[in-house]
T-cell receptor, first 115, second 112 residues
């Protein structure tokens, strides 16, 4: 089955700096890679996703890159703000976009934005 | 209108009891899931149901049983609760193929 590794487990950055979270996956059949943000006591919420036919995707301050050959993908957050503080999860799926095959999650990164 | 709703939000119960958590989605999605999030925040899939058919069961003890009366509901029944069952349980739904999951707000289960 799929195995997703996520690093670092904790990341502390100064407000306004950039943050990068990296994930690797094992199953070459995986073709869908979402990122979720979970604030304390709340549900995981999808913030951005990428499919295997795309190398990079950007949405305002958030971007995701995918290297299929190396089987790794990364989340980039620029101009970090205090409200970016949360736990971020990467995930992978071999389904057609998070469908019935289920998602395999990384273990999460606790992002701390220092004022 | 909450897209994926689950009840109860908190559940405290004694070891050995049987309990249920309910989940409903009003998104018209055809697949629903249960995930367990342990104390270290690790999210692990337990079950998924697609058109009332169980299609994933990730080596979960048979004390856990999902029940789907219709496409909009997926309930989780747990028998003979153990201390190690304490966790947050998230329901989720998706369209297959779709743009990813929508999670419910979670049920914090504490077994004492």
């Amino acid at each position: 089955g799929e195995n997703v590794e996520q690093h670092p487990s904790t990341l502390s950055v100064q407000e306004g700096d950039s943050a990068v979270i990296k994930c690797t996956y094992s199953d070459s059949a995986s073709n869908y890679f979402p990122w979720y943000k979970q604030e304390l006591g709340k549900r995981p919420q999808l913030i951005i996703d990428i499919r295997s036919n795309v190398g990079e995707k950007k949405d305002q301050r958030i971007a995701v890159t995918l290297n299929k050959t190396a089987k790794h993908f990364s989340l980039h957050i620029t101009e970090t703000q205090p409200e970016d503080s949360a736990v971020y999860f990467c995930a992978a799926s071999s389904g057609s976009g998070g469908g019935a095959d289920g998602l395999t999650f990384g273990k999460g990164t606790h992002l701390i934005i220092q004022p | 209108d909450t897209a994926v709703s689950q009840t109860p939000k908190y559940l405290v119960t004694q070891m050995g009891n049987d309990k249920s958590i309910k989940c409903e989605q009003n998104l018209g999605h055809d697949t629903m899931y249960w995930y367990k999030q342990d104390s270290k925040k690790f999210l692990k899939i337990m079950f998924s149901y697609n058109n009332k058919e169980l299609i994933i069961n990730e080596t979960v003890p048979n004390r856990f049983s999902p029940k789907s009366p219709d496409k909009a509901h997926l309930n989780l029944h747990i028998n003979s609760l153990e201390l190690g069952d304490s966790a947050v349980y998230f329901c989720a739904s998706s369209r297959s193929p779709g743009p990813g999951y929508t999670f419910g707000s979670g049920t914090r289960l504490t077994v004492v």
